[in-house]
């Protein structure tokens, strides 16, 4: 009897480390397709600049448009609804929230290079040019309950048109 408690309770804990595992694997694969989507939508957020301002030789991105690229972007690289939520088939459990997006360009001023810092966010980038930096977030994947609640899953993306290069 004594054999099958001490055998039950090696089986247990290694149960429990299994799914600590895949729990962290789940996490990394998701921290990883957060960064590459985000990624993908700064980078196509980046492209829709102002043409009139443009011919004048200036590079401005349109705020709005800019906003709903990178939304959408989110949405078909994520497999999103519009509320940012997972669809069936999508890899994510739960909704992804844009926690940050902003626009560095002519418009508001900055002469490049420019420091841009945030510290809510820990993002400290000297930027070369016209940037969109965005910072999305969502729940860490749960597997096994614990007491313990685990961070959110968040990542940060700048892309920057780089001047004079």
């Known amino acids: 009897m004594d054999y099958v408690i001490k055998l039950a309770f090696v089986l247990l804990i290694f149960v429990y480390s299994w799914f600590f595992q ?32 443009r011919a004048r ?5 349109d705020p709005a448009e800019a906003y709903n690229t990178f939304r959408e972007s989110l949405q078909l690289n994520l497999g ?11 890899r994510l459990q739960t909704q992804v929230k844009i926690m940050k997006f902003d ?5 508001t001023g ?7 810092e945030d510290s809510t966010y820990g ?25 313990k609640v685990q961070e959110a899953i968040i990542v940060p993306a700048v892309q920057e048109y780089r001047m004079g290069d």
């Open 22 to 53: 895949i729990q962290n694997q789940e996490w990394d694969i998701v921290r990883s397709m957060l960064k590459d989507a985000n990624n993908m939508a700064v980078h196509d957020a980046s492209q829709e600049l102002n043409e009139a301002e």
């Open 57 to 61: 030789g200036r590079l401005i991105i």
């Open 80 to 90: 999103l609804d519009d509320s940012l939520s997972p669809i069936t088939g999508s």
């Open 103 to 107: 626009i560095v360009d002519d418009s």
């Open 110 to 116: 900055a002469a490049f290079p420019f420091l841009y």
């Open 123 to 147: 993002i400290t980038k000297y930027i070369q040019g016209p940037s969109v930096i965005a910072v999305i977030e969502t729940q860490h994947p749960v597997l096994i309950s614990r007491s």
